[in-house]
T-cell receptor, first 112, second 113 residues
Framework: GQQLNQSPQSMFIQEGEDVSMNCTSSSIFNTWLWYKQDPGEGPVLLIALYKAGELTSNGRLTAQFGITRKDSFLNISASIPSDVGIYFCAGQLGVGNTPLVFGKGTRLSVIA | SAVISQKPSRDICQRGTSLTIQCQVDSQVTMMFWYRQQPGQSLTLIATANQGSEATYESGFVIDKFPISRPNLTFSTLTVSNMSPEDSSIYLC??????????FGQGTRLTVV
């Protein structure tokens, strides 16, 4: 099946630092999504991207849909302790009602 | 935004038994999906729950092991049948409508002993 290559697998950063993570694929996706999962919870949508080259922000989060439609990155600026969690990229090959393909996740730890 | 209630949130089950997980959305949704998330891993799609017809299963998942129901546009169940320790995992319900991207329930953490 389709796979998304997400990196890094884990990160340990100091509070206040910026964070960057990315996903790549061999396939072209119509939509890229970024989710965050806290322990014991389901993933929560952070940002959705719909157009190649699109750059979208949500507070301290910024994500971009790669121009080739095969990659995306997520940046978190000025990290805080509540940013701790697992971040997943997800791609959608078809239209909106098709299921998502998920990356393996980036586990973020923030040291106060 | 719509909310999914999933239950049970966790359970410990004996091998050989079955567990049915319920997923209730507070509004009508077009699509519902079931995912499995093994410890420390990503989400893997089990099946798409189709309203009024048989679910569409992904490779490696079969109806006899994971029967799914979706009687209406707000509710679905996933049964994990004849469980073994390898079925220990988090099971997640997801929903999609034209008005929102896919959103998730809080998951069911299953431990099979």
């Amino acid at each position: 099946g389709q796979q998304l290559n997400q990196s890094p697998q884990s990160m340990f950063i100091q509070e206040g630092e910026d964070v960057s993570m990315n996903c790549t694929s061999s396939s072209i996706f119509n939509t890229w999504l970024w989710y965050k999962q806290d322990p014991g919870e389901g993933p929560v949508l952070l940002i959705a991207l719909y157009k190649a080259g699109e750059l979208t922000s949500n507070g301290r989060l910024t994500a971009q849909f790669g121009i080739t439609r095969k990659d995306s990155f997520l940046n978190i600026s000025a990290s805080i302790p509540s940013d701790v969690g697992i971040y997943f990229c997800a791609g959608q090959l078809g239209v909106g009602n098709t299921p998502l393909v998920f990356g393996k996740g980036t586990r973020l730890s923030v040291i106060a | 935004s719509a909310v999914i209630s999933q239950k049970p949130s966790r359970d410990i089950c004996q091998r050989g038994t079955s567990l049915t997980i319920q997923c209730q959305v507070d509004s009508q949704v077009t699509m519902m999906f079931w995912y499995r998330q093994q410890p420390g891993q990503s989400l893997t799609l089990i099946a798409t729950a189709n309203q009024g017809s048989e679910a569409t299963y992904e490779s490696g998942f079969v109806i006899d092991k994971f029967p799914i129901s979706r009687p209406n546009l707000t509710f679905s169940t996933l049964t994990v049948s004849n469980m073994s320790p390898e079925d220990s995992s988090i099971y997640l319900c997801s929903a999609w409508s034209p008005y929102s991207e896919a959103f998730f329930g809080q998951g069911t953490r299953l431990t099979v002993v």
